[in-house]
Antibody
């Protein structure tokens, strides 16, 4: 059974850092594209970042240079290192899979339960 | 960047109604368009991918249509379990972008 479990959220002051983890089971993270998304309180969904099987990474503009997505194949886990955090980064952060099939992609077929990051002084 | 405009933002409907939600992209997405359903306090669930592909296990009353820049999610015969918020997502060009969401409420 596919499962994704995020951890690492919490309260941090503006300018601080946090590392989120997403532990996967039922599949290997090295064989599939993995992504982070977020949802601010009472707001819509926002895509944050993706890591390809080959290691290429992409980010939404507002986090470029501050956030880094990475993967540890031995732990079957992906991470989101968040530096220089801002109040507007406050959100529930989700990890999710991107399935690749035939000639296309199916985004976010499995999600974690989310972890809350609160940036406040 | 591709901007996604979703409408309406809120939709009031009754059980059994047929409802449609529209998503417009600021440029072609080459049909790399997905639809998600989200209920309060839970992670979203994918319903439709590549504009019209029905995700496994999703009831057939959900359907997606459209191409290039204009897409529609249709729910035939709305069921009590369908009252939720729906989002479109373009995954053609980075940064991937969601629409603002449509809340489907009980009339």
């Amino acid at each position: 059974e596919v499962q994704l479990v995020e951890s690492g959220g919490g309260l941090v002051q503006p300018g601080g850092s946090l590392r989120l983890s997403c532990a996967a089971s039922g599949f290997t993270v090295s064989s599939i594209y993995m992504s982070w998304l977020r949802q601010a309180p009472e707001r819509g969904l926002e895509w944050v970042s993706i890591i390809y099987t080959g290691g290429n990474t992409y980010y939404t503009d507002s986090v470029k240079g501050r956030f880094t997505i990475s993967r540890d194949n031995s732990k079957n886990t992906i991470y989101l290192q968040m530096n220089s955090l801002r109040v507007e980064d406050t959100a529930v952060y989700y990890c999710a899979r991107v399935a690749v099939y035939g000639d296309g992609w199916k985004p976010f077929d499995y999600w974690g339960q989310g972890t809350l990051v609160t940036v406040s002084s | 960047d591709i901007q996604m405009t979703q409408s309406p933002s809120t939709l009031s409907a009754s059980v059994g109604d047929r409802v449609s939600i529209t998503c417009r992209a600021s440029q072609s997405t080459n049909n790399w368009l997905a639809w998600f359903q989200q209920k309060p306090g839970t992670a979203p669930k994918v319903l439709i991918y590549k504009a019209s592909g029905l995700e496994s296990g999703v009831p057939s009353r959900f359907s997606g249509s459209g191409s290039e820049t204009e897409f529609t999610l249709t729910i035939n015969s709305l069921q009590p379990d369908d009252f939720a918020t729906y989002y479109c997502l373009q995954y053609s060009i980075y940064p991937w972008a969601f629409g603002q969401g449509t809340k489907v409420e009980i009339k």
